[in-house]
C-alpha cells in the first residue's frame, strides 16, 4: 500500500490533493496520547468539559463556509447542504456541551450504608466513520463521546477526509488538549482494524457497509468491547390510498435522491397502494423530472455527482435489464454524475432488495395495510422509513409494525440530533443521538459505602 492517497473531485474526476496513510505503529502512538490526555479530560470538573465543548462548537459555527466548501471539493455534495451539514456539527457540539453536568448516577437504597451509581467514562473511544455524509455522522460519536470524558480517535474515509482532518484542527483552536480528539487518516483495513483490535481502545462506534459491519463487531467482540454499528438501508416509502398523493409525490424524489441517493436513510423503495399507482407515478414524473442535478457549487443545486467512478459503475450496474420507469437529468462531463431514476419492480428483484446508494428508487404496488406491511419488511434492513396516509388510526399501526429504527408519518425526516437514530435488523446495533447517547460511551460503576462502624 503506497504512503498516499489522492483524493478526487467527484465533479470534475480531476485528482487535487495527496493525503498521508497512517500506519499500524503511528495509529498505535496516537492511541497511546489519547491514554493519557484522557484521564486528564476525564478528572476536569463537568463545567470545564462543557465550556471546552461550548468552544469547540463555537469554533465550528465560525468555520461553517470554510467546512462547507471543502465538502462541496472533496465529497460534490450541494454548497447548501454542506453548509446545513457543518452547522449541524455545531448544533450537536453544543448539545452534548449540555451533557456532562447531566450525566448523573443513582442512589439505591441498601442497608447498612449508601449505593451509589457512577458514569464511568470508557477511556479511548474509536470511531470509523463513511464516505456519504463525513462530518455530520463522524460528530454524532465525538461529541457524545468527549461529552462523558473519552478521549476520541476518528478514522475518515479514506475518499472524504478533508472536513473531519479540519475539524481536528478546529478542536484545538478551540483549546481543547492536543491529542484528546485526534483524526487519523488512512484505510480500514490498516486504521480502522488497529482501532478494532488495539487494547486501548474501549469501545468502537462504526457506520458503513453491513459486510465490513459484521467483521468490524466479530473484531470487538475478540477484545470484549462494545461496539455501536451503524450500517445500511433499504427504507419504504410507503403510500396509502388515502394519503395526500400531491404532497407524498412531491417529498418523494428529496427522500431518496438527496445527496445523490448516497444516504443510509434513503427511501428507496416507494410502495403504492394498488388504487393509487397510477396516479401516484403520473404526479411523481414530473417531481422527477424537476429535479436539479448539477455543479455542487451552485446553490440551485439539488443533487451532485455520485462519489467516485467505481461507485457509479456498481450504481449503473443495478438499471441493466431493470424496467425504467422515467429519468430525471444530469450534466455532461467528466465528473461522477448519473440521472436519477425510477424503476418499476417486483418484490423479489435485487433492485428491491439490495441497498444501491445511488439514485435509484424502486417502486412497487401493493394492495392492502397488511401487504404493505408485509412488504415494507420484506428487507434484511431496518434503518427508516415513511408513511403517508391521513388516517391516524392507521399511521399508528403502521408505524408500530415496520421494523425500522427510524420512521415518519407525513413527512421524511429522519435526522434531528436530540432524538435517537439508528437501525434494526441489519441496519444496526445500538442508538446514536437523542437524550440519552453520552450516558451510552459510559459504562455504570456501582459503589457501596459502609457506614456500620466495624
Ligand atoms: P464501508 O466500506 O463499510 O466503510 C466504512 C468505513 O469503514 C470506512 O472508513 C472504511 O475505510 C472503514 N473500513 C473498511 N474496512 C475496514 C475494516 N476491515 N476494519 C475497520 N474499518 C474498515 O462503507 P462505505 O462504502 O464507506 O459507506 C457506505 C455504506 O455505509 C452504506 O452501506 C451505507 O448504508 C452505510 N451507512 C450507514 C449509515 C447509518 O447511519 N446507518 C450512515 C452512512 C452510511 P476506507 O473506506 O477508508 O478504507
Ligand atoms: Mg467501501
Not at 448544533?91 to 449540555?98: C, P, T
Request: aromatic content about 8%.
Amino acid at each position: 500500500m503506497s504512503a498516499t492517497f489522492t483524493l478526487t473531485d467527484p465533479s470534475t474526476g480531476r485528482g487535487f490533493r495527496d493525503m498521508p496513510r497512517a500506519t499500524a505503529s503511528e495509529v498505535d502512538a496516537v492511541i497511546a496520547r489519547a491514554v493519557e490526555v484522557q484521564r486528564a479530560w476525564a478528572g476536569a470538573a463537568p463545567l470545564v468539559r462543557a465550556d471546552a465543548l461550548r468552544r469547540f462548537a463555537r469554533v465550528v459555527e465560525d468555520h461553517v463556509e470554510e467546512l462547507a466548501q471543502l465538502e462541496v471539493l472533496n465529497s460534490g455534495h450541494p454548497i447548501e447542504s454542506a453548509r446545513w451539514e457543518a452547522s449541524h456539527v455545531a448544533q450537536v457540539l453544543n448539545f452534548y456541551a449540555g451533557a456532562p453536568e447531566r450525566l448523573s448516577g443513582q442512589q439505591i437504597p441498601v442497608a447498612g450504608g449508601l449505593d451509589v451509581t457512577f458514569h464511568e467514562p470508557y477511556g479511548v473511544v474509536g470511531i470509523i466513520v463513511p464516505w456519504n455524509f463525513p462530518m455530520t455522522i463522524a460528530s454524532w460519536g465525538f461529541a457524545p463521546a468527549l461529552a462523558a470524558g473519552n478521549a476520541v480517535v476518528l478514522k475518515p474515509a479514506e475518499l472524504t477526509p478533508l472536513t473531519a482532518v479540519r475539524i481536528g484542527e478546529l478542536a484545538v483552536e478551540a483549546g481543547l488538549p492536543e491529542g484528546l480528539f485526534a483524526v487519523v487518516t488512512g484505510s480500514g483495513s490498516v486504521v480502522g482494524q488497529r482501532f478494532v483490535e488495539h487494547p486501548d481502545v474501549r469501545k468502537v462506534v462504526f457506520t458503513g457497509s453491513t459486510e465490513v459491519g459484521v467483521e468490524v463487531a466479530a473484531g470487538c467482540a475478540r477484545g470484549l468491547k462494545p461496539v455501536t454499528l451503524e450500517l445500511g438501508g433499504k427504507s419504504a416509502n410507503i403510500v396509502f390510498d388515502d394519503a395526500d398523493l400531491e404532497k407524498a409525490a412531491a417529498a418523494a424524489p428529496g427522500a431518496v435522491f438527496d445527496n445523490a441517493g448516497q444516504d443510509c436513510c434513503a427511501r428507496s423503495r416507494i410502495l403504492v397502494q394498488r388504487s393509487v399507482y397510477d396516479r401516484f407515478l403520473e404526479l411523481l414524473e414530473p417531481a422527477v423530472r424537476d429535479w436539479r442535478v448539477g455543479e455542487p457549487t451552485l446553490e440551485t443545486t439539488q443533487m451532485g455527482p455520485l462519489i467516485s467512478a467505481a461507485h457509479r459503475d456498481t450504481v449503473a450496474g443495478f438499471l441493466d435489464g431493470a424496467d425504467v420507469a422515467f429519468r430525471g437529468t444530469a450534466p455532461e462531463g467528466d465528473g461522477f454524475w448519473f440521472a436519477p431514476a425510477v424503476v418499476l419492480a417486483e418484490p423479489g428483484d435485487r433492485i428491491a432488495q439490495d441497498e444501491i446508494f445511488g439514485p435509484v428508487v424502486a417502486v412497487l404496488p401493493f394492495d392492502d395495510e397488511e401487504d404493505g406491511i408485509r412488504l415494507a419488511n420484506d428487507t434484511v434492513y431496518g434503518l427508516a422509513g415513511s408513511i403517508w396516509t391521513e388516517n391516524l388510526g392507521r399511521a399508528m399501526r403502521v408505524s408500530r409494525a415496520v421494523k425500522s429504527g427510524v420512521l415518519s408519518v407525513n413527512s421524511h425526516s429522519s435526522v434531528r440530533y436530540w432524538t435517537p437514530f439508528g437501525g434494526m435488523k441489519a441496519s444496526g446495533l445500538g442508538r446514536e443521538l437523542g437524550p440519552d447517547a453520552a450516558e451510552h460511551f459510559t459504562e455504570t460503576k456501582n459503589v457501596f459505602f459502609a457506614t456500620d462502624a466495624s
